[in-house]
């Protein structure tokens, strides 16, 4: 069910998703885009999504005995760092969307996954792995970081990026940002 709550960019900055096939480099390379970014003042948030059961203290911790004991969220909060965990138990994985609106204001946002969300998206493309690119087919994908030579069949107005130049990728990343400020609608983002 499509969220239907308006976000606009002053919110989260421009969104800009990092997609490919597990073991592309997919967070290797959101490591050195965030340092990048982050030394050059500004603030970047991530939305990392996985497929997997998320543990962020072992069971015998205050906040996991807390929510083992059936509270809805438990937040951790020190002089160092906050956390909020939600037990979903059984409700539906929250919209993207929903997951935004939670973020701090920042510069941008850069989203790890959801490949299946409509919103501009930066694939890492490795042919080694012998799995198909996801450009081909997604129009969504505004550009490419590869370790091989651009295709010639290449749809056009789509960036292909050096993935062994980290800062050709960042620069990239710094003027895609600050040319594309988004708005949030319903789950899709719209420029």
């Not at 003042?41 to 998320?54: E, P």
């Not at 920042?106 to 792995?129: F, I, M, N, Q």
Request: charged letters at 20%; hydrophobic letters at 45%.
């Amino acid at each position: 069910m499509p969220h239907t709550e308006l976000l606009d960019q002053r919110a989260c900055g421009p969104v800009l998703a990092v997609v490919g096939w597990s073991g592309s480099g997919k967070t290797t390379l959101l490591e050195h885009l965030v340092a990048g970014l982050s030394g050059a003042g500004l603030r970047v948030n991530i939305v990392k999504h996985s497929h997997h059961d998320i543990e962020l203290e072992p069971p015998r911790k205050d906040s996991a005995r807390l929510r083992f004991a059936g509270a809805a969220e438990v937040m951790i909060a020190s002089p160092y760092r906050i956390a909020i965990m939600r037990e979903l138990r059984a409700a539906p994985e929250p919209p993207l969307a929903e997951l935004l609106a939670r973020l701090s204001p920042a510069d941008l946002t850069l989203v790890e996954g959801y490949k299946w969300e409509s919103l501009p998206k930066l694939e890492v493309h490795r042919p080694v792995l012998d799995k198909p690119a996801l450009y081909a087919d997604d129009t969504t994908i505004v550009a490419v970081a590869s370790d091989v030579a651009r295709p010639a069949t290449l749809r056009a107005g789509v960036a292909w990026l050096d993935l062994n130049d980290i800062g050709a990728v960042l620069a990239w990343v710094s003027q895609w940002a600050g040319a594309n400020p988004q708005v949030l609608v319903g789950g899709v983002v719209k420029d």
